[in-house]
């Protein structure tokens, strides 16, 4: 069976002070395959005790996430060098946790994809950055305000016909566009193994509803999933997956329950089923 993976985003937030070492005590409580791990920007001048204390729990990280201002910098067209060398330093923490995969935010913030050649040019750095550490950059389908995330991904393949991406469901979701990946003109996108993983989650708001982007569990919002998993079936997507609702409370308490009935969900529901 196709692993499902934990983002250790969904259990450590700004609620509870982004405070890692409650991955200890959480790891053995939920019923996920491996993690992936989130790396935040207040963490970049202390990263050599998160990433001593990470190893210390001996967690299988197959993915990373990268860091999501790399994106926001990229997208401002300042600071360029600050970009890349903080991918750098996302790229040596994932070669460290043996993570394969880096999902990255190609663009982000306020600017997104309002000036995206500044995008589209800095992907081949990036990707020179990951390739020289045996990592894999995979681009995420994140919200735009300018177009939209397909059109944006479409752009991309155009010009770097050989990249990878993570699809994910609520990105897709919050554009309405999960009816796009079925169309005939958009099949490269699984069909052709473009999508290397996916982001499970779901979203419940209207068409570009800003104020209701929030990280929902699988079941609780309006993604067709039934649908979404018949396609992989269909295509014989052989990724993984991550889960990224978010698990915590405004107080920074986290539902463990939440994510294994999720999780449980998830394999009884589609997984088995197709």
């Known amino acids: ?12 937030g700004r609620p509870n002070g982004r405070n890692y070492k409650l991955l200890k005590e959480l790891k053995d409580k939920i019923n996920c395959d491996g993690f992936e791990f989130m790396m935040y920007e207040t963490w970049y001048s202390e990263r050599a005790e998160v990433l001593k204390f990470i190893l210390s729990l001996n ?17 401002r067209g300042e600071n360029l060098n600050e970009a890349f060398e903080n991918f750098k330093i996302n ?23 309002r ?6 040019n800095a992907y081949k750095e990036l990707k020179n950055i990951a390739d020289a550490y045996k990592i894999e950059l995979l681009i995420e389908n994140v919200v735009c305000n300018t177009l939209s995330p397909m059109k944006r991904i479409k752009e991309l393949y155009l010009i770097y016909p050989d990249i990878k991406f993570v ?11 999960l009816p796009e990946i079925y169309k005939e003109e958009n099949a490269f996108l699984f069909k052709e193994n473009m999508v290397e993983h996916i982001h499970l989650n779901d979203y419940k708001g209207e068409y570009m509803d800003w104020s209701n982007l929030k990280v929902l569990p699988v079941g609780e919002g309006d993604v067709d999933f039934k649908s979404f998993f018949n396609l992989l079936k269909e295509i014989n997507y052989e990724g993984d997956f991550t889960l990224e609702s978010t698990a915590f409370n405004k107080e920074g308490i986290v539902d463990t ?15 088995l089923e197709n």
């Open 167 to 177: 699809f994910d469901t609520k990105m897709a979701q919050f554009h309405r566009e």
């Open 59 to 75: 967690l299988n990280i197959p993915v990373m996430h990268c860091e999501k201002s790399v994106g926001e910098i990229i997208s």
């Open 257 to 271: 329950n939440m994510l294994n009935e999720e999780i449980s969900l998830i394999k009884k529901k589609y997984l």
């Open 91 to 113: 790229c040596s923490m994932a070669e460290k946790l043996g993570a394969k995969k880096l999902v990255t935010h190609l663009w982000g913030g306020l600017p997104s994809d």
């Open 1 to 12: 069976m196709k692993k499902i993976l934990c983002s250790t985003g969904a259990l450590i």
């Open 115 to 120: 000036n995206f050649t500044n995008n589209i």
